[in-house]
């Protein structure tokens, strides 16, 4: 019998793309449901995206639509939280976050719909690393499911493991030992965004 196979998944942001421009990226992809992980299904300066009018769009164009918010972002940061190694409040917060048994629950479900159908989960940050669907993507990641961020029309990025991220089993923490041992690639992560400034997740 032959095994099944692990589901693959894709991530997008849609930033201030057209609706025009965001349909095809997604057809260039082949993608078959959009999974919106945003804890604000809204986007004040591009309507386009708010959740009623892009479900009806994606519909229309025979691609799926589901709105995952037990991934979303917006979790407060732990006092004793084992992820001090992100400095930026809002990553740390998600990190603490992805210990619980919500965060099994919604990352599960990811898994079950991207075995089913190829889907890629949404936010609005264009580039991953700029939100926590690069944190969701490590725990795919280590789970042994291939991530690729989609970039533009003719490029995507397979997501790798952030460097100070410590894992055992399928328990991922970022703890601040393990902060100095690895560098990001050029453009991954830089050091304003473990600082604990405003940054969007």
């Not at 989609?150 to 894992?167: C, D, E, G, T, Y």
């Not at 902060?179 to 400034?197: A, D, H, I, Q, V």
Request: glycine share 6%.
């Amino acid at each position: 019998m032959k095994a099944p196979e692990m589901p693959f998944v894709l991530t997008i942001g849609h930033s201030n793309r057209t609706w025009k421009d965001f349909l095809e990226l997604l057809r260039v992809q082949h993608v078959k449901r959009v999974i919106d992980i945003r804890s604000i299904p809204r986007s004040r300066h591009n309507p386009q995206f708010n959740r009623v009018t892009l479900s009806k769009k994606l519909r229309a164009a025979r691609i799926g639509y589901v709105h995952l918010r037990k991934l979303g972002g917006l979790r407060h940061a732990r006092r004793d939280s084992p992820n001090m190694g992100w400095r930026n409040a809002s990553f740390r917060g998600f990190a603490d976050y992805m210990q619980t048994s919500d965060f099994e629950v919604g990352l599960h479900r990811l898994m079950k719909l991207a075995g089913h159908k190829r889907s890629a989960i949404m936010r609005a940050e264009a580039v991953p690393w700029r939100c926590h669907r690069s944190l969701i993507a490590d725990a795919l990641t280590m789970r042994g499911i291939q991530v690729d961020n989609i970039m533009s029309m003719k490029r995507s990025q397979v997501h790798s493991l952030i460097p100070f991220a410590r894992v055992q089993g399928h328990r991922i923490t970022y703890p601040i030992r393990n902060r100095g041992g690895g560098r990001f690639p050029p453009g991954r992560f830089p050091e304003s965004l473990r600082k604990n400034r405003k940054t969007k997740v």
